[in-house]
Nanobody
Framework: QVQLVESGGGLVQPGGSLRLSCAAS????????MGWFRQAPGKEREFLSV????????YSADPVKGRFTISRDNAKNTVFLQMNDLKPDDTAVYYC???????????????????????WGQGTQVTVSS
């Protein structure tokens, strides 16, 4: 099965940027729709962004829309999350997740629920603070 490992987290000042990576192994990345989630202390894990298997369609949650950009490079078995204009409320553990490829039609049909994802990484800490 596919294994996922996140990297790129760290400490950044408000307004700064980070680029997270998620490396997949064991199975071709193109078999999966890939998503990013985050979980802040005391809160439930929340959906952030998702990219279709080919990288041509994406969908992002309102809190990060316009600031975060998801992308993927299937040849390198890697999915990315470019995070700009970071805010203290963005502080959380960030997870990548994989959902078995399925027909979705358009970006609106991409999976956004935790239960729709079968495989998860261990997470990487992002801290936004002065």
């Amino acid at each position: 099965q596919v294994q996922l490992v996140e990297s790129g987290g760290g400490l950044v000042q408000p307004g700064g940027s980070l680029r997270l990576s998620c490396a997949a192994s064991g199975r071709p990345l193109s078999l999966y729709i890939m998503g990013w989630f985050r979980q802040a202390p005391g809160k439930e894990r929340e959906f952030l962004s998702v990219v279709g298997w080919s990288g041509d369609i994406t969908y992002s949650a309102d809190p990060v829309k316009g600031r975060f950009t998801i992308s993927r490079d299937n040849a390198k078995n890697t999915v990315f999350l470019q995070m700009n204009d970071l805010k203290p409320d963005d502080t959380a553990v960030y997870y990548c997740a994989a959902a078995l490829r399925r027909f979705v039609g358009t970006a609106t049909g991409l999976p956004k629920s935790l239960s729709q994802y079968e495989f998860w990484g261990q997470g990487t800490q992002v801290t936004v603070s002065s």
